[in-house]
């Protein structure tokens, strides 16, 4: 069933055959309906801005009466006059059956004002935790038959500066991303329950926030629309349709800040939606979800390019808001330049619940990629795998490591494509023999087509090279693994939102730079399990592994919770929080939390049979927390601990240090100044050190001891069996508290003297051949 509107404006309905998979009715390009009014335009922008005295000069009231007393049938036209060519609003609805016209090089800016699109008083235009505080600029609520039509554009100015305020709508996009809050800010068109609704030919830019969002709405076209806005306008969807149904995107060119194109659900289903003819240029791409709860089924995506998107086809979802997406088609499809060219997963954040995401009945039909990118295929567990066809699928260049692949059943054919793919519980299946060839795609890239209309002076924000990982999806990504993964070769920025990752990190790449916007590192925790009887290994255990150099941590957490579950016994307890062997490294307001062998602190590489020859590792940890009870700071790394408070679990016997220096020359020490030894209630016995190789090296510098410290400071590591206190370096200069002791002291270890101890400051311990000073790297 559907609607055809005639030449004189009426609308009849006409009665086709539903086709699988696609939009039910049968849409024809849209004609404009006859003007009831003609609104003239009274205000220019010379250079995109309006003079600060029109910026009060509203039409809101003029537009929104001349659409109450238009009939149906009929379009309510916006036109310039002369010079004059801006229209000015806030809110305003459409009414059924009308239809807003905005002529060639005429533009209808939104509002700078805040005040405009509250909801109720100071809700809009801020940044707090919950959002949503603003009315839109359009909408049409219960308004069948109505839409939007001609070739002028309707411009959001998301990056002008708010009236009143020194920020645009998209700094406050920006600070809530990295806050990992939400952001109040108005979008440019809701269609709400507004039955055969159409856009047609109309150009949308700058929005602050949602260009198009969709709900519950039967029957909805959008043919020919251009929508514009920078890539680094965060949550500028392009079309978002929502548990709607018979539904057209077609000959539609989008450029965004995030989904060019989202079908989501809420809890009543999305359907029968037909994507076609578009080009995609930056976004996050063809995406289904995050929402799906409602089920998704029967959608055609074909004849799409995509250019310069992080993402190509995606379906994301995860189990607080998933459900079944089913029945999906994508073919004939060019992409380039494209960050993820797929990505199917129901892992798209952490969030726990009961609406598990399926997917299946996925097809992915000539589908070719002239560039490699990050290809992921997962299924929800090993009973409710992915079930996706890959039929003439070709990714140029694509390399193994690019591609994750987990519980899921994947069909090859009839054409094989370029792609392999293995993983965990994947099964694969070759339906036909023949190889394929890929689509011809060098010439399906256009350009964003030139629109000579009125546009607003934006200040567009600057690309922001740091990748934001957040467990709630308002990230970049919900993995800090998969932001180290895709982080460029010289390395990156990756800031982690409050929450708890459970998972293992592997920094391999240098310059790697992770922290929290947050300075209480509690609130961000990257944790995990592993432990050595369970995972081949003391040094295989670790949460955190850091084998490249200049890495950095800020105000993060990270722990090793083995014992949260499972008792510490002599053997096989040993669980590392972090594992460190790269150079200059620095960990800056660190919380490293675990009980035996919390932190391994290690050379680069000993090369020699007898452990000789060995690479130094800098390591610096400054007002860090590090907790644990048996050799819980270990290795042979040239490791500096800076204001650092280090804390004691309970344990029947406890060591905070045991140093591994390989030789006498190894350019290898642990150096504690201006440190505080504390524990829990009730722990007593704990040693400053046992050296676990003969020429171990600590140094406690200006550092406050607890009562729990033992009088003789440093113990052997096995008393009567090794001798390798006759050969370590133990000293401590200006010890205080309770556990100082300075006349109990083994008499092995040292008393340095001011000039022996400033031998061990920070800058001059830690120079090195390049005069590193950590201190001031940020």
Not at 528 to 535: E, T, W
Not at 637 to 656: L, M, R, V, W, Y
Not at 677 to 683: C, D, H, P, S
Not at 746 to 760: R, T
Request: hydrophobic letters at 35%; charged letters at 20%.
């Amino acid at each position: 069933m559907s609607w055809l509107r005639t030449a004189e404006g009426a609308l009849i309905l006409l009665f086709v055959p539903t086709v699988y998979g696609q939009d039910t009715r049968h849409v024809a390009e849209p004609h404009p309906p006859p003007p009831c009014t003609v609104l003239s335009a009274r205000l220019s922008a010379p250079n995109g801005t309006l003079p600060e005295a029109d910026e009060r000069k509203l039409d809101t009231n003029r537009i929104q009466s001349a659409i109450d007393n238009c009939g149906s049938g009929k379009a309510v036209e916006l036109k310039a006059d002369g010079q004059k060519n801006i229209f000015l609003a806030g809110p305003f609805q459409l009414k059924p059956g009308v239809t807003l016209s905005i002529d060639a090089n005429t533009a209808l800016f939104a509002s700078r004002d805040p005040k405009q699109y509250e909801l109720s008083p100071g809700s809009c235009g801020i940044v707090s935790q919950k959002g949503r505080g603003c009315r839109p600029l359009i909408t049409a609520d219960n308004a069948p038959g109505s839409g939007i039509m001609g070739d002028g554009v309707i411009d959001g100015r998301g990056g002008e500066n708010l009236l009143g305020q020194n920020a645009t709508w998209w700094d406050l996009a920006k600070e809530a991303k990295v806050k990992d809050l939400s952001q109040s800010v108005t979008r440019l068109l809701v269609v709400r329950h507004s039955d055969d609704f159409t856009l047609y030919r109309i150009t949308m830019r700058n929005s602050p926030n949602f260009h198009v969002a969709v709900d519950g709405t039967n029957g909805f076209t959008a043919w020919g629309v251009k929508i514009q806005t920078p890539k680094t306008a965060r949550n500028t969807d392009g079309i978002d349709p929502s548990s709607s149904t018979n539904v057209t995107i077609t000959h539609c060119d989008i450029t965004t800040g995030d989904d060019n194109v989202a079908i989501k659900t809420g809890a009543e289903p999305a359907s029968h939606m037909t994507i076609a003819h578009n080009h995609f240029y930056s976004g996050h791409g063809m995406s289904i979800g995050s929402g799906t709860e409602g089920g998704v089924s029967d959608i055609r995506v074909s004849d799409l390019s995509i250019e310069g998107a992080d993402n190509g086809i995606r379906i994301k979802s995860d189990r607080s808001r998933g459900g079944l997406v089913q029945n999906v088609v994508y073919e004939d499809v060019c992409m380039r330049n494209v960050t993820n060219p797929i990505v199917l997963t129901p892992m798209y954040t952490t969030f726990s619940g009961n609406k598990l995401p399926v997917y299946r009945d996925i097809v992915l039909r000539n589908v070719h990629s002239l560039t490699p990118g990050w290809l992921t295929f997962l299924g929800l567990d090993a009973e409710k795998k992915l079930e996706v066809t890959l039929d003439g699928v070709f990714i140029d260049g694509e390399k193994p490591e690019q591609i994750t692949a987990k519980d899921a059943d994947i069909r090859i054919g009839p054409a094989k494509g370029s792609i392999s793919v293995r993983g965990q519980d994947v099964t694969v299946r070759q339906t036909g023999g023949n190889e394929g060839a890929p689509v011809a795609c060098e010439a399906r890239f256009p350009a964003f087509p030139s629109v000579r209309t009125p546009q607003s002076a934006e200040k567009i924000p600057p690309e922001d090279k740091t990748l934001y990982v957040a467990a709630s999806g308002t990230g970049d990504y919900y993995s800090v693994q998969r932001a180290i993964d895709v982080a460029p070769a010289e390395g990156a920025v990756i800031s982690v939102a409050p929450g708890t990752y459970r998972e293992t990190l592997n920094i391999t790449k240098p310059n790697i730079t992770i922290r929290s916007a947050y300075e209480d590192a509690s609130k961000t925790v990257i944790v995990n399990n592993k432990s050595a009887g369970d995972s081949g290994g003391t040094f295989k255990s670790s949460t955190v592994n850091v084998t490249a150099d200049n890495f950095m941590a800020e105000s993060i957490t990270f722990a090793n919770d083995f014992n949260a579950t499972h008792p510490q016994v002599p053997v096989g307890s040993q669980a590392l929080a972090l594992l460190v062997t790269g150079d200059r490294a620095i960990f800056r307001n660190v919380r490293l939390l675990g009980n035996q062998d919390t932190v391994y602190a290690a050379s680069k590489t000993c090369r020699g049979s007898n452990g000789t020859d060995c690479q130094p590792a800098r390591q610096y940890f400054a007002n860090c927390y590090i907790e644990g009870n048996v050799d819980f700071i270990f290795g042979d790394g040239k490791a500096f601990f800076d204001h650092c408070t280090i804390s004691n679990t309970p344990h029947q016997e406890g060591f905070i240090t045991a140093q591994g220096k390989h030789y006498a020359d190894e350019d290898s020490a642990f150096v504690f100044d201006h440190c505080k030894l504390t524990a829990a209630r009730g722990v007593k016995n704990v040693w400053l050190g046992r050296p676990w190789r003969p020429f171990a090296t600590v140094i406690f510098l200006n550092t406050e001891m607890g009562a729990h410290i033992e009088p003789a400071g440093w113990r052997e590591w096995h008393p009567g069996e090794t001798h390798y206190l006759d050969t370590v370096f133990y000293a401590e200069y200006n010890s205080t508290g309770p556990g100082a002791h300075p006349n109990e002291r083994d008499k092995k270890a040292k008393h340095l003297s001011a000039s022996e101890a400033a031998k061990f400051d920070r800058d001059t311990f830690l120079a090195g051949s390049d005069g590193w000073k950590p201190a001031g790297t940020r």
